[in-house]
């Protein structure tokens, strides 16, 4: 299992075809950085990743998100899009959580069954 701190990275896709995508990346794995996330935000260049984390709510956001949840070895488990307001339920298999603008996921190939990896800056 990957021990992050807070700070900055690079998310590699592992899509389907063989095709590779690199995001920008924010890590957060302090409960303060976790907490706030992408509250009080008008967008996000790239991506956050939660960890650990295996639920997230979108109360006091002001857009709407996609949400991937990653297992241990960083496979996507499902992929959502939340609008503000919402609780997500808690997916029991999920150890991170990666959140994006609404629609940026499918453009980077993070569905169910990719696997993704993690480079920190």
Known sequence: MAHWRDGRGTLVVH????EVTAVPLEIATSYRARS???LGRDGLDGAI????ANSI????????IDVAYLDRRLTVI???TM???????PRLRSRHVLEAEA?????????AGARVDVEVE
Not at 57 to 64: E, G, I, L
Not at 83 to 89: D, K, N, Q
């Open 15 to 18: 899509g389907g075809g063989g």
């Open 36 to 38: 706030k996330g992408l």
């Open 49 to 52: 990743l939660l960890s650990p």
């Open 57 to 64: 709510h979108t109360f006091r956001m002001r857009m709407p």
């Open 78 to 80: 499902a992929v959502r």
């Open 83 to 89: 609008p503000p307001g919402r609780l997500g339920l």
């Open 103 to 111: 629609g940026a996921m499918a453009g980077w190939g993070v569905e």
